[in-house]
């Protein structure tokens, strides 16, 4: 049992290591993270730590937890986001409302959205749609290899149309 504690205990220390990491890259704006599964449950300290608002955000092929979602659309560095990419991030079994939130506050900026490989399906893609038509600098969005039917991707390129 102490054994499993000490462990623990380490690993929590080496993640606030790494986490304070952030917080000494003051001129910070492009943060790509791939397979990063040690920071689950991390994410809000991560964004949290950053000195500058960033450009870019890219969390990849990595198992987000609710805390994390949720701390997306709260974080203060992310509301100048000009690319968005969670790639491999699987949101099927997740609220999307705080995703649909952080898209609300980055409607002026954001330019690159890619969540391919999300597993997202039909009504989470209908909870997006109302911050996707104010995203008026959007420019690239990948939906690949989710769950989406096409009546619904019909119903958002009708409605970026017009």
Not at 46 to 57: A, F, R, W
Request: charged share 20%; hydrophobic share 40%; proline share 2%.
């Amino acid at each position: 049992l102490s054994n499993s504690t000490e462990t623990r205990d380490r690993e929590t220390k080496c993640i606030k290591k790494f986490i304070s990491q952030f917080s000494k890259f003051n001129c910070l704006q492009h943060l790509c993270m791939f397979c990063v599964h040690f920071l689950r449950d991390h994410m809000n300290q991560v964004l949290g730590s950053l000195m500058t608002p960033l450009e870019t955000l890219s969390i990849t092929y990595y198992l987000i937890s609710q805390k994390d979602l949720d701390s997306l659309s709260r974080s203060q560095s992310l509301f100048q986001l000009k690319h968005l990419d969670l790639s491999g991030v699987v949101l099927c079994d997740l609220d999307i409302m705080p995703l649909r939130g952080l898209l609300e506050k980055v409607a002026d900026t954001l330019e690159t959205l890619d969540l391919k490989w999300c597993r997202m399906n039909d009504s989470q893609l209908y909870a997006l749609l109302p911050a996707l038509r104010h995203c008026c600098q959007l420019t690239m969005v990948n939906f690949y290899s989710n769950n989406f039917s096409m009546h619904i991707l019909k119903d958002l390129l009708q409605q970026q149309s017009t």
